[in-house]
């Protein structure tokens, strides 16, 4: 059975449509600096992890917060969940091209954090996320352990990579 479309087209509509065209449009005009596979990789992480996440902070039970119109699965909660795949695709893109180490790795994920958070700060005000138990602060604890987990997986990606390129060679 296909997903429903929303029953009323508004403006979160338009927003995820919006921003999920302008963020795929900025990962394909970007130079290339990952690997196709490691790009994916870190693009399916991101909205795994988004999809995990509010499993995880959203079931009924607690009713913490809802995306888009309703608590019911839609369309597009999945091009919610896929407007994720390019913010992972930023946060490590930048990461690398900016070649960030040390204690500016906590800096760059404090700040990513932030504009996760504020980028969230913007779906609410659209109605993509509807908070009924949930406050915005709360969401920049939950970036921070993302931003981290992903950095981490992706250093993990980037040395199995590595080694398996050696032994190629």
């Excluded at 394909?28 to 790009?39: E, N």
């Amino acid at each position: 059975m296909p997903l429903p479309l929303p029953s009323i087209f508004g403006e979160n509509e338009w927003f995820v449509i919006i921003t999920t065209l302008i963020f795929y449009l900025l990962v394909f005009l970007l130079p290339k600096r990952l690997p196709l596979s490691v790009m994916i990789v870190i693009m399916l992480l991101g909205s795994v992890i988004a999809r995990l996440y509010d499993h995880l902070l959203s079931p009924p039970y607690l009713n913490l917060y809802h995306v888009m119109n309703s608590g019911k699965y839609e369309l597009f909660d999945i091009i919610v969940y896929a407007l994720y795949a390019p913010f992972s695709y930023f946060f490590i893109y930048l990461y690398d091209k900016f070649n960030i180490h040390g204690y500016w790795t906590l800096v760059y994920i404090v700040g990513f954090s932030l504009a996760g958070t504020l980028f969230e700060g913007m779906a609410v005000y659209f109605h993509v996320f509807n908070y009924i138990n949930w406050k915005l602060q709360y969401s920049f604890s939950v970036y921070l352990f993302v931003q981290s987990l992903t950095l981490f997986i992706y250093h993990l990606i980037i040395r199995h990579h590595h080694i398996v390129i050696k032994k190629v060679s």
